[in-house]
């Protein structure tokens, strides 16, 4: 199995702050690779699909970048409704395995 | 307006079964590969599987810690998708979800305890 491993598990930030989460695969996965935002109690929302491709409806403040087996999620300038946990997720083989999170929080 | 509609969750008793289902609407369901999700109380996502479409062979696949124990199945018919769970242990408790095969719609999820 594909082994994602993601950084940092958590972060503090403030309202406007540039945020960045690392995502790194333990094989290659070209760019088949997602990034999801959850918020407590709700459904994972698909964010970015195919590395760096937004999903419709979602802001341009998102974006993804990366190939082969590192990858990154930026907000670019965090707002309140931005405070969730992310996960990263390869869909190049099965099982299609997620990343550990990144819980972003307000400092 | 793509909406999915899980159901069936509850409490089970180690080694039991359950049947979860999830109602779909608003896309051509017969036409889409479909996927189950779960998520442990505070703990990340898990893929536990998925079915193609019939068209391409209505196939299945799953993780390993569910192989032989949970069975997708689909209703074109019915668009509904179906996850049968059998010999439940404590370590399936969590909460359900389906998504379409892109992963771009999740259902709201429904609450499986596995607990004596």
């Known amino acids: 199995d594909i082994q994602m491993t993601q950084s940092p598990s958590s972060l503090s930030a403030s309202v406007g702050d540039r945020v960045t989460i690392t995502c790194r695969a333990s094989q290659g996965i070209s760019n088949y690779l997602a990034w999801f935002q959850q918020k407590p109690g709700k459904a994972p929302k698909s964010l970015i699909y195919a590395a760096s491709s937004l999903q419709s409806g979602v802001p341009s403040k998102f974006s993804g970048s990366g190939s082969g087996t590192d990858f990154t999620l930026t907000i670019s300038s965090l707002q309140p409704e931005d405070f969730a946990t992310y996960y990263c997720?390869?869909?190049?083989?099965?099982?299609?395995?997620f990343g550990g999170g990144t819980k972003v929080e307000i400092k | 307006e793509v909406q999915l509609v899980e159901s069936g969750g509850g409490l089970v008793k180690p080694g039991g079964s359950l049947r979860l289902s999830c109602a779909a609407s608003g896309f051509t369901f017969s036409n889409a590969w479909m996927r189950w999700v779960r998520q442990a109380p505070g703990k990340g996502l898990e893929w536990v599987g998925h079915i193609k479409s019939k068209t391409d062979g209505g196939t299945t696949d799953y993780a390993a810690p569910v192989k032989g124990r949970f069975t997708i199945s689909r209703d074109d018919s019915k668009n509904t998708l179906y996850l049968q769970m059998n010999s439940l242990k404590t370590e399936d408790t969590a909460v359900y979800y389906c998504?379409?095969?892109?992963?771009?719609?999740w259902g709201q999820g429904t609450l499986v305890t596995v607990s004596s």
């Open positions: 997720q390869q869909y190049n083989s099965f099982p299609h395995t």
């Open positions: 998504t379409t095969g892109g992963y771009g719609h």
